[in-house]
């Protein structure tokens, strides 16, 4: 079984950093593409940044030169380093990874979301 916990979240004054972790755990065989992606209230859910098995990685043009994401494979962990943040960057944060896993057929490649974490921009 795979498990995927974010943390970091919080309360921070507009312009502060923060980062997020997103690790996972459990019979990983490796893991794929991550993505960050994060809900405000009343709003769809977006799409933040994703890091590829290769490191290639991809932001959405809101958090470009503001946030980083980087992974440590050796740790099953992904991190988002939000810095300069501002008041609209407020939302549950979610990350999903693109796992393979052992299986009896072999290793096949799933879809696993964490719970997510609150982060909360004060102006």
């Known amino acids: 079984q795979v498990r995927v916990v974010e943390s970091g979240g919080g309360l921070v004054q507009a312009g502060g950093p923060l980062r997020l972790s997103c690790a996972a755990s459990g019979s990983i065989f490796s893991i794929n593409t991550i993505g960050w992606y994060r809900q405000a209230p009343g709003k769809q859910l977006e799409l933040v940044a994703t890091?590829?098995?290769?490191?290639?990685?991809n932001y959405q043009d809101s958090v470009k030169g503001r946030f980083t994401i980087s992974r440590d494979n050796a740790k099953n962990t992904v991190y988002l380093q939000m810095n300069s943040l501002k008041p609209e960057d407020t939302a549950v944060y979610y990350c999903?990874?693109?796992?393979?896993?052992?299986?009896?057929?072999?290793?096949?490649?799933?879809?696993?979301w964490g719970q997510g974490t609150q982060v909360t921009v004060s102006s």
């Open positions: 999903k990874g693109s796992i393979r896993i052992p299986s009896l057929l072999g290793v096949r490649a799933t879809d696993y």
């Open positions: 890091i590829t098995s290769g490191e290639s990685t």
